[in-house]
C-alpha cells in the first residue's frame, strides 16, 4: 500500500525515533510499503517518521542521481535502526528538499562524509563510510529519525524568510501529487 505522507506540522516528524527488534510487527510490509511509497512519490529517499511510525527506518533509492554521480546507479538500501558514529569532511552547500515540506528547496550545509551503523533487512549489522551524494542523501534521511527537517540547518535570516511559507505548507497550502497527512488543528 502507498502510505499518506505527513507534512511539516505533524508532531510525529519531531519525534527521536526508536530503534526496533527483528520481531516488529509487519516489519517486512512496512519495509515493502515504504519503497512503494517513495517510488510513487518520485522520492530518493524516505524515512519512516514521515509516514507516521516513529522507528529508526528510512529507504534510499539514488539511482535518479546517478547523472550526477554514476556510482549511485545502484545505491538501493534499507536502513534499519541507523546511527551516525562520526561526521567528518568539509561541510558543503547542496540544494534540499523534502516530500514532508512540498514546494520548499534550499541550499543546505552538510559534512562531506559520515560513518554510520546500521541493520539491514536480515537484521546483519554492518558499518559503514559515505562520502559524496550518497552521505547526502542518507543525512537528510537520517535527520527524520531524529526528529529534525532540514529547515532547521538553515541560517536564523532564511529560517524568518520562508517562515510563514512552512506555516502555509502546514495548513495545506501547496500541492502535491501524493497522498499526504497534515496535523489536525
Ligand atoms: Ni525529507
Redesign the pocket.
Known sequence: MIYPIHIIGSPVLRKVAKDISPDYPNLEKIIENLKATMYDSDGV?L?AP?VGKSIRIFVIDASPLAEDEPELENFKKIFINAHITERTGNEYAFNEG????PGIREDVNRPEKIRMKYVDENFEEHEEEFDGLAARVIQ??Y??LDGK??TDHLSPLRKRIIKSKLAGISKGKFTAKYAVHLAKG
Do not use: K
Open positions: 529517499g524515512a514521515q523534502c516530500l514532508s515540506i537528510h534521511e535527520d527524520h527537517l532540514f
